[in-house]
């Protein structure tokens, strides 16, 4: 600017402007069409094609979706209602949705799974609602597994009952050795004494138990375990044991103490770099090999093992990405306030390692969910599996994209709301820049 | 360097220094790798005293006092705080850390807590001290850092200046006996640094045991009893601030200080 002008720049404001309402070809429906779909004529042109070709997508799709085949008892039914027309043949779901959802379980005890469901958000509520729901309710959520499980398979009461009894055992024979001896031996020597309850005492006195007091409800095998129930139990199993030994095994990477680090090392990288189709392999077949002839070692009990491992594995590697993302700073904070290591890891750096990993640590719990569908690959009857036995009916040979729409949209439903959950969850745990 | 600490009255009648050693150190030295960052170290802090730590940079001050509260370990010689020799057990370390409050230069505080949370933590946890007390205890520090109506907030919604006044109170919450202060200021825009540096000043009156490394040569002046000066992993000079500044001895020193003195 130039200097001559200098007097002429003084400007001292007397009045302050009052807000103003913006123009209306900015705000509202109409503003935002006008700035996102019609601003100049490529996004115009682009606007216009892209709503041609939706209108043609769904001139194709919606009256095959809306044909009025929910009645048809069989694909030859089917079209002679469509009668040369396209359209789906929605008979097969109306018959056989029960059998996706629950698969050969017996049908007067649908009420068993879908009470364990119901419990299992009750049970899960106070871990994902902290904020709305009175933490009292944990004391559930620890007893949730063994309902579920008596529930599913039924059976005598005291199989859940003395399962439950080892923690408890484990628990007081820690708290006791503990104030005797360190932490680490009092760890194993509860474990020790669970492992004794649990191998010993239990086989010897649950046959007397039942036969004394025989509490218990009808018992279900395995076998008749399918559909998106099979999926759920196996997929909830192997999300909520995998993020705790996920956990481990990441800090166990990171630990000074070598041999840790190569257990875990090599743990990881040995089963990220094996398909998960073969290790439900080895746990149908393989394991079998190595048991005691004459254990019974369910099928199911196996297969969820082996999909929770291998889904721990890669829950380490993201929970590493999130405490790789940390500053050293942090650590150092929590160290020169005289926290311990298990202080430190649990108060200051997994709250914010977890927080960070959320994305991916959801991206893997879906992953999992979804990998429940490889089970069909050694004959357990998965919604997938399940849509061949359909297929293999008469009535409905030949029925394929029904029965896949329906199962896709089962599983989209389950992983959409964990993906909307994570983003909640992320919104929540916001607190300010850096 | 900034020289902001001059308009202050600095009452030095009650920083009194007591016989008693807080914190002894002998022969230490410390490599990583193969580099020889502290080199046959030895210093004697009474307590009461207040020591500025000056140097270039890479002259391993932050290392020197990071292995006074462990968070570097040292390889050889001894180090004696508070009575309790720093060795491999982690119960000693623990317990000296628990006595030594320290403030970095990026404050690292946690960022998932609020201010509060973040000065009843270690209170609780490590000193198992009731909840209420704790808070009690938290208020009345950061009343004294002069921030207790952002008690609620996280760290993230708080200027630097501020952020390092709550490291400051969080410290003091473990009623530490010394406090450590590596480059307390030097992340701050200058009107902070002045706060930050008003609350070390409060502290040193009412008595604290307190080693600073700092390149404010006013608080030096002010504040410090004595002011060591560090080279290449060595200590080189140590003295009063007066003598220090006015009167310097070594080549090493005179040179520093008229880089950081702009004489
Ligand atoms: N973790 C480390 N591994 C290897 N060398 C290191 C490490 N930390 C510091 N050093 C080196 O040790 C020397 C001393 O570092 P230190 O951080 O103590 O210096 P400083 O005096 O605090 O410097 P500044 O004023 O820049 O903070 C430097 O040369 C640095 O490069
Ligand atoms: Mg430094």
Redesign the interface.
């Known amino acids: 600017m130039s200097n001559t002008h200098a007097d002429t720049v003084l400007f001292v404001r007397d009045t302050m402007l009052p807000q103003q309402e913006p123009p209306a070809s900015t705000v509202g429906a109409l503003g935002w069409a006008k700035a996102n779909l019609f601003s100049g004529w490529f996004n115009t042109t682009l606007t216009i094609l892209s709503a041609l070709f939706i209108l043609y997508l769904l001139s194709g799709l919606v009256p095959w979706f809306a044909s009025p085949t929910w009645y048809a008892a069989s694909l030859t039914e089917c079209r002679e209602i469509l009668a040369g027309h396209e359209g789906a043949c929605w008979g097969v779901i109306r018959e056989r949705w029960l059998q996706l959802m629950f698969g050969f379980y017996p049908s007067e005890l649908y009420w068993r799974p879908v009470l364990a469901l119901v419990l299992l958000f009750v049970a899960v509520a106070p871990v994902l609602f902290a904020d709305y729901v009175p933490s009292k309710l944990l004391g559930f959520t620890a007893l949730y597994p063994f309902i579920a499980v008596w529930l599913l398979w039924g059976g005598t009461i005291w199989a859940p009952v003395m399962a439950l009894l080892g923690f408890v055992v484990a628990f007081f024979v820690f708290r006791y050795a503990s104030k005797q001896i360190s932490p680490a031996l009092a760890l194993i020597a509860g474990v020790i004494a669970a492992l004794l309850w649990w191998m010993v005492i239990t086989p010897a006195i649950t046959p007397d138990l039942s036969r004394l007091l025989p509490i218990g409800i009808e018992a279900v095998q395995s076998r008749q375990f399918g559909g998106f129930m099979l999926s759920i139990t196996i997929g909830v199993t192997a999300i909520m044991c995998s993020l705790p030994i996920g956990i481990l095994l990441a800090l166990g990477r990171q630990s000074d103490l070598v041999l840790v680090k190569a257990i875990c090392v090599g743990f990881i990288e040995f089963i990220r770099g094996v398909p998960l189709i073969t290790l439900l392999f080895v746990a149908s077949t393989l394991l079998n090999i190595f048991m005691p002839p004459g254990t019974n070692f369910d099928i199911i009990l196996r297969v969820m093992i082996m999909v929770t491992l291998f889904a721990s594995a890669y829950m380490a590697e993201v929970i590493r990405g999130g405490l790789a993302a940390l500053?050293k700073?942090?650590y150092?904070?929590?160290?020169?306030?005289?926290?311990?290591y298990w202080?430190s890891q649990r108060?200051?750096i997994m709250?914010?390692a977890l927080?960070i990993s959320i994305p991916g640590i959801v991206s893997t719990f879906i992953g999992v969910f979804k990998d429940t569908t490889l089970v069909s690959i050694i004959s357990m009857f998965d919604p997938l599996g399940l849509s061949n036995a359909i297929r293999a009916d008469t009535a409905w040979n030949g029925v394929y994209w029904e029965l896949f729409i329906f199962i896709g949209a089962v599983f989209f439903i389950f992983c959409f709301s964990m993906s909307r959950y994570s983003m909640y969850l992320e919104r929540k745990?916001q607190?300010?820049?850096? | 360097m900034s020289d902001l600490a001059v308009d202050r009255e600095v009452d030095r009648s009650q920083m009194k220094v007591s016989d008693e050693v807080a914190i002894d150190i002998v022969n230490m030295n410390k490599w990583y790798g193969s580099f020889h960052v502290l080199r046959d170290i030895n210093l004697t802090v009474n307590r009461g005293e207040r020591i500025v730590i000056a140097g270039p940079s890479g002259s391993g001050k932050s290392t020197m006092i990071r292995c006074i509260n462990r968070l570097e370990e040292h390889q050889s010689g001894k180090i004696v705080v508070d009575g309790t020799e720093l060795t491999s057990d982690l119960k000693n370390i623990d317990k000296v850390r628990s006595e030594v409050g320290m403030c970095f230069q990026h404050f690292n505080l946690f960022p998932h807590l609020t201010i509060l949370e973040n000065c009843t933590l270690a209170p609780i946890w490590v000193r198992k001290v009731p909840r209420k007390e704790a808070v009690d205890t938290a208020m009345y520090f950061l009343e004294k850092v002069k921030i207790p109506e952002q008690a609620n907030k996280y760290p993230g919604q708080l200027s630097g200046g501020q952020q390092q006044r709550v490291a400051i109170a969080r410290s003091l919450c473990m009623r530490p006996r010394i406090m450590l202060f590596d480059e307390p200021t030097s992340a701050l825009d200058p009107e902070m640094i002045k706060e930050v540096l008003d609350t070390m000043i409060e502290l040193a009156q009412e008595g604290m045991t307190m080693l600073c490394v700092t390149h404010e040569m006013g608080f030096a002046r002010q504040v410090a009893n004595r002011v060591i000066f560090m080279d290449q992993g060595q200590i080189v000079e140590q003295n009063e601030p007066e003598e220090f500044f006015n009167n310097p001895r070594s080549e090493r020193t005179k040179l520093f200080l008229s880089q950081i003195l702009g004489h």
């Open positions: 500053p700073g942090q150092e904070g929590a160290d020169s306030l005289g926290l311990d202080q108060l200051i709250p914010q927080k745990l607190t300010g820049h850096r």
